[in-house]
């Protein structure tokens, strides 16, 4: 999957939902390694889903959640969009 | 983006979410061939989001929201996800 751009992005939302994922692994004292293997998903595009480079796919939001014992819709409250 | 296998999609979460984003575009009347031209989804692609059939991206999910006034967080809400 591309590298996102701003222009696709306009409104930083993937940004605001990798820090939502961030931000609560950090509360659950999770590194993202852990998070990343959990959940099932490749390291190196936990790290990009997180700092908002990569247009995630519902899958892995519901993976990551699963992981972290949360549901998808959670994260979506903390980014509001 | 290849068809989502029952394997994969183990909670019908797509289906869920799909459903979701049908059930809103019915209640405001609006025809799926539209809804795709608002949010700027292919029309064969739309249709296989709203039967759960495809992966959506979470760009693809907030195109949909803002093409139907409404949160990505709605659709989560309505399917419980």
Do not use: P, W
Request: glycine share 4%; net charge positive; charged share 30%.
């Amino acid at each position: 999957m591309s590298r996102v751009s701003v222009k696709v992005d306009k409104n930083n939302d993937l940004t605001k939902i990798g820090a939502a994922i961030r931000a609560r692994r950090l509360a659950m004292e999770m590194s993202q390694e852990a998070l990343a293997d959990y959940a099932g998903i490749d390291r190196s595009h936990m790290g990009r889903i997180e700092r908002g480079e990569r247009n995630v796919s519902l899958l892995n939001i519901l993976r990551i959640a699963n992981a972290m014992n949360c549901k998808a819709l959670d994260f979506f409250l903390d980014a509001d969009i």
